[in-house]
């Protein structure tokens, strides 16, 4: 079982930033790859960075140049940073845990609230 543990959501102004944390409750250097997802008002859950134990990265095009995935394997904590914010970026935020390639479990956490607004 992997918990995970997010923080940092909030309301932030255009163009402002935040940084969201995921802690989980395992070595994260044991799982293959961590990542953050988000899901608007009305939309599916999108894929918005992961990150593999190796450091690969990958990021949706939306957000390539503005996010910022990365990971303390000391505190078993994957951030990501956002910067430029947009209106457009509101959504619950998850963290989720793919314990090995090609699992056919995800973990996740239970989310935190970023709201862009003026």
């Known amino acids: 079982q992997v918990q995970l543990v997010e923080s940092g959501g909030g309301l932030v102004q255009p163009g402002g930033s935040l940084q969201l944390s995921c802690a989980a409750s395992?070595?994260?250097?044991?799982?293959?790859?961590m990542g953050w997802y988000r899901q608007a008002p009305g939309k599916q859950r999108e894929l918005v960075a992961t990150?593999?134990?190796?450091?690969?990265?990958n990021y949706a095009d939306s957000v390539k140049g503005q996010f910022t995935i990365s990971r303390d394997n000391a505190k078993n904590t994957v951030y990501l940073q956002m910067n430029s914010l947009k209106p457009e970026d509101t959504a619950v935020y998850y963290c989720?845990?793919?314990?090995?390639?090609?699992?056919?479990?995800?973990?996740w956490g239970q989310g935190t609230q970023v709201t862009v607004s003026s």
């Open positions: 395992v070595s994260i250097f044991s799982i293959y790859a």
């Open positions: 990150i593999t134990r190796g450091g690969t990265t």
């Open positions: 989720g845990a793919d314990p090995s390639p090609g699992s056919l479990r995800r973990y």
